[in-house]
Protein backbone atom coordinates (compact mmCIF):
# COMPACT_ATOMS: atom_id res chain seq x y z
CA UNK A 1 0.00 0.00 0.00
CA UNK A 2 1.58 3.21 -0.92
CA UNK A 3 -0.12 5.86 1.23
CA UNK A 4 1.19 9.55 1.59
CA UNK A 5 -0.62 12.20 3.29
CA UNK A 6 -0.62 16.12 3.63
CA UNK A 7 -1.28 18.22 5.93
CA UNK A 8 -3.00 21.58 4.77
CA UNK A 9 -3.44 25.34 6.66
CA UNK A 10 -5.79 28.13 6.16
CA UNK A 11 -6.66 31.67 6.45
CA UNK A 12 -9.60 33.95 6.24
CA UNK A 13 -8.29 36.93 5.20
CA UNK A 14 -10.43 40.52 3.69
CA UNK A 15 -13.53 40.11 1.11
CA UNK A 16 -12.29 40.45 -2.33
CA UNK A 17 -14.15 39.76 -5.92
CA UNK A 18 -13.35 38.34 -9.28
CA UNK A 19 -10.54 38.58 -11.50
CA UNK A 20 -9.10 36.60 -14.51
CA UNK A 21 -5.28 36.77 -13.42
CA UNK A 22 -4.79 37.55 -9.53
CA UNK A 23 -2.30 39.67 -7.84
CA UNK A 24 1.19 39.20 -6.70
CA UNK A 25 1.61 37.15 -3.61
CA UNK A 26 3.00 40.20 -1.91
CA UNK A 27 0.03 42.36 -2.57
CA UNK A 28 -1.88 39.12 -1.08
CA UNK A 29 0.33 38.55 1.98
CA UNK A 30 2.08 42.11 2.55
CA UNK A 31 6.01 41.52 3.31
CA UNK A 32 6.24 38.06 0.53
CA UNK A 33 7.72 37.58 -2.42
CA UNK A 34 6.33 39.23 -5.52
CA UNK A 35 5.85 36.02 -7.36
CA UNK A 36 3.05 35.98 -9.98
CA UNK A 37 0.04 33.64 -10.23
CA UNK A 38 0.74 30.46 -12.20
CA UNK A 39 -2.91 29.81 -13.34
CA UNK A 40 -2.68 26.46 -12.13
CA UNK A 41 -6.30 24.66 -11.67
CA UNK A 42 -4.34 20.75 -11.19
CA UNK A 43 -2.63 20.34 -8.44
CA UNK A 44 -0.71 16.85 -7.36
CA UNK A 45 1.84 14.99 -4.51
CA UNK A 46 5.26 16.28 -4.84
CA UNK A 47 7.58 12.82 -6.20
CA UNK A 48 9.14 12.38 -2.34
CA UNK A 49 9.72 9.51 -0.24
CA UNK A 50 8.32 11.27 2.84
CA UNK A 51 5.21 10.42 4.03
CA UNK A 52 4.38 13.12 6.23
CA UNK A 53 3.14 16.42 4.73
CA UNK A 54 2.77 19.78 6.48
CA UNK A 55 1.32 23.13 5.61
CA UNK A 56 1.06 26.35 6.97
CA UNK A 57 -1.79 28.54 8.96
CA UNK A 58 -1.49 32.23 6.93
CA UNK A 59 -3.64 34.08 8.83
CA UNK A 60 -6.95 33.39 11.01
CA UNK A 61 -9.20 30.87 11.02
CA UNK A 62 -11.82 29.74 8.21
CA UNK A 63 -14.68 32.25 7.60
CA UNK A 64 -18.67 31.49 8.67
CA UNK A 65 -19.93 28.24 6.29
CA UNK A 66 -16.66 28.35 4.04
CA UNK A 67 -15.47 24.57 3.48
CA UNK A 68 -12.12 23.86 1.75
CA UNK A 69 -11.65 20.29 -0.07
CA UNK A 70 -10.24 18.73 -2.75
CA UNK A 71 -11.53 16.60 -5.70
CA UNK A 72 -11.24 14.02 -8.51
CA UNK A 73 -12.32 15.18 -12.46
CA UNK A 74 -12.08 14.03 -15.69
CA UNK A 75 -11.90 16.01 -18.51
CA UNK A 76 -13.59 14.13 -21.73
CA UNK A 77 -12.45 15.01 -25.42
CA UNK A 78 -14.17 18.46 -25.88
CA UNK A 79 -11.96 19.59 -23.12
CA UNK A 80 -15.15 19.49 -20.42
CA UNK A 81 -14.62 19.45 -16.68
CA UNK A 82 -16.65 17.25 -14.39
CA UNK A 83 -16.20 16.36 -10.74
CA UNK A 84 -15.61 12.87 -10.03
CA UNK A 85 -15.46 12.65 -6.21
CA UNK A 86 -15.08 15.03 -3.40
CA UNK A 87 -13.81 15.39 0.18
CA UNK A 88 -13.94 17.98 2.36
CA UNK A 89 -10.61 18.52 4.25
CA UNK A 90 -11.39 21.99 6.44
CA UNK A 91 -14.46 23.42 7.82
CA UNK A 92 -15.44 26.49 9.65
CA UNK A 93 -12.45 27.14 12.91
CA UNK A 94 -9.70 24.70 11.58
CA UNK A 95 -6.45 26.01 11.15
CA UNK A 96 -4.85 22.68 9.08
CA UNK A 97 -5.65 18.84 8.20
CA UNK A 98 -3.66 15.94 7.25
CA UNK A 99 -4.80 14.12 4.59
CA UNK A 100 -4.03 10.83 3.98
CA UNK A 101 -3.55 9.19 -0.06
CA UNK A 102 -3.42 5.76 -0.89
CA UNK A 103 -1.63 6.06 -4.17
CA UNK A 104 -2.47 2.50 -4.90
CA UNK A 105 -5.79 2.13 -4.87
CA UNK A 106 -7.13 5.86 -5.31
CA UNK A 107 -8.57 7.48 -2.16
CA UNK A 108 -7.64 9.79 -0.23
CA UNK A 109 -9.08 10.61 3.10
CA UNK A 110 -9.11 12.90 6.47
CA UNK A 111 -9.82 11.95 9.72
CA UNK A 112 -12.73 14.21 11.31
CA UNK A 113 -12.48 13.73 14.77
CA UNK A 114 -12.40 10.45 14.78
CA UNK A 115 -14.39 9.67 11.86
CA UNK A 116 -12.65 8.62 8.83
CA UNK A 117 -14.01 10.41 5.52
CA UNK A 118 -13.01 8.87 2.45
CA UNK A 119 -12.91 9.77 -1.34
CA UNK A 120 -11.81 8.38 -4.58
CA UNK A 121 -9.17 10.95 -5.26
CA UNK A 122 -5.62 10.33 -6.86
CA UNK A 123 -2.06 11.57 -6.92
CA UNK A 124 -3.54 14.27 -9.17
CA UNK A 125 -6.90 16.64 -8.10
CA UNK A 126 -8.05 20.48 -7.69
CA UNK A 127 -9.17 21.96 -4.57
CA UNK A 128 -12.99 23.97 -3.77
CA UNK A 129 -14.06 26.43 -1.40
CA UNK A 130 -17.77 25.68 -0.46
CA UNK A 131 -19.28 28.85 0.81
CA UNK A 132 -23.22 29.00 2.30
CA UNK A 133 -24.29 29.85 -1.89
CA UNK A 134 -22.29 28.06 -3.78
CA UNK A 135 -18.48 25.98 -4.64
CA UNK A 136 -15.80 28.10 -6.23
CA UNK A 137 -13.03 25.24 -7.94
CA UNK A 138 -9.92 25.49 -9.10
CA UNK A 139 -11.11 24.64 -12.76
CA UNK A 140 -12.33 27.87 -13.76
CA UNK A 141 -14.84 26.22 -16.51
CA UNK A 142 -16.31 24.22 -13.29
CA UNK A 143 -17.45 28.12 -11.88
CA UNK A 144 -18.74 29.41 -14.89
CA UNK A 145 -15.47 30.56 -16.57
CA UNK A 146 -14.92 32.54 -13.63
CA UNK A 147 -11.11 32.34 -12.24
CA UNK A 148 -11.95 32.20 -7.87
CA UNK A 149 -7.96 31.16 -7.82
CA UNK A 150 -4.43 32.57 -8.00
CA UNK A 151 -2.26 29.95 -6.95
CA UNK A 152 1.74 30.84 -6.47
CA UNK A 153 4.76 28.51 -6.36
CA UNK A 154 6.87 29.88 -3.32
CA UNK A 155 9.56 27.26 -2.85
CA UNK A 156 12.89 28.70 -2.77
CA UNK A 157 11.56 32.08 -2.27
CA UNK A 158 12.43 34.30 0.95
CA UNK A 159 9.19 35.98 2.40
CA UNK A 160 8.60 34.48 5.89
CA UNK A 161 5.74 32.37 5.53
CA UNK A 162 5.84 31.54 2.01
CA UNK A 163 8.89 30.66 1.51
CA UNK A 164 8.07 26.97 4.05
CA UNK A 165 5.67 26.41 1.34
CA UNK A 166 5.44 24.64 -2.19
CA UNK A 167 2.05 26.35 -3.00
CA UNK A 168 0.32 29.35 -1.30
CA UNK A 169 -3.85 29.31 -2.72
CA UNK A 170 -5.86 32.48 -2.92
CA UNK A 171 -9.07 32.46 -3.36
CA UNK A 172 -11.61 35.38 -4.26
CA UNK A 173 -15.58 34.07 -3.33
CA UNK A 174 -16.94 37.79 -2.66
CA UNK A 175 -18.76 38.69 -6.12
CA UNK A 176 -18.89 42.25 -4.88
CA UNK A 177 -15.89 43.75 -3.37
CA UNK A 178 -12.27 44.47 -4.26
CA UNK A 179 -10.41 41.73 -6.37
CA UNK A 180 -8.16 41.00 -3.37
CA UNK A 181 -8.33 37.08 -3.67
CA UNK A 182 -7.76 37.63 0.44
CA UNK A 183 -11.21 35.61 1.21
CA UNK A 184 -8.89 32.54 1.93
CA UNK A 185 -5.78 31.83 1.66
CA UNK A 186 -4.26 28.53 2.45
CA UNK A 187 -0.44 27.44 2.05
CA UNK A 188 0.03 23.51 1.57
CA UNK A 189 3.34 21.69 1.74
CA UNK A 190 4.59 19.03 -0.62
CA UNK A 191 2.37 19.18 -3.72
CA UNK A 192 2.68 20.99 -7.02
CA UNK A 193 1.10 22.81 -9.57
CA UNK A 194 0.46 21.46 -12.74
CA UNK A 195 0.78 23.98 -15.78
CA UNK A 196 -2.05 24.35 -17.92
CA UNK A 197 -1.97 23.07 -21.68
CA UNK A 198 -2.05 26.16 -22.74
CA UNK A 199 0.66 27.58 -20.50
CA UNK A 200 3.28 24.61 -21.94
CA UNK A 201 1.70 25.00 -25.42
CA UNK A 202 3.02 28.33 -25.25
CA UNK A 203 6.05 27.46 -23.63
CA UNK A 204 6.60 25.23 -26.63
CA UNK A 205 5.93 27.88 -29.34
CA UNK A 206 8.66 29.98 -27.92
CA UNK A 207 11.20 27.60 -27.51
CA UNK A 208 10.31 26.82 -31.56
CA UNK A 209 10.88 30.39 -31.99
CA UNK A 210 13.90 30.31 -30.63
CA UNK A 211 15.04 27.42 -32.95
CA UNK A 212 14.21 29.16 -35.52
CA UNK A 213 15.72 32.41 -34.81
CA UNK A 214 18.94 30.22 -33.98
CA UNK A 215 18.89 28.77 -37.49
CA UNK A 216 18.07 32.10 -39.22
CA UNK A 217 20.89 33.51 -37.62
CA UNK A 218 23.57 30.99 -38.32
CA UNK A 219 22.38 31.41 -42.30
CA UNK A 220 23.15 35.20 -42.14
CA UNK A 221 26.43 34.37 -40.70
Known sequence: MNIKSLLVGAAL????????????LDQVLPGEDAVRDNHAEVFELADTAVESYFALRLDASLGTNQVLGIYSFD?????????LDSLDVLEQGEFFEEVEFDLANGTASV???GTVLQANI?????FYVRTANETFYSHASLNNGVDALASYTTQGTNGPNASSLDVVLAWETNLD???????L??????????????????????LAGLGVARRRTKKTA
Open 75 to 83: VDALGTVSV
Open 122 to 126: GKRFG
Open 177 to 183: ANNSFQD
Open 111 to 113: NNG
Open 185 to 206: VVGVHDIVAVPEPGTLALLGLG
Open 13 to 24: TAASSFALAGPT
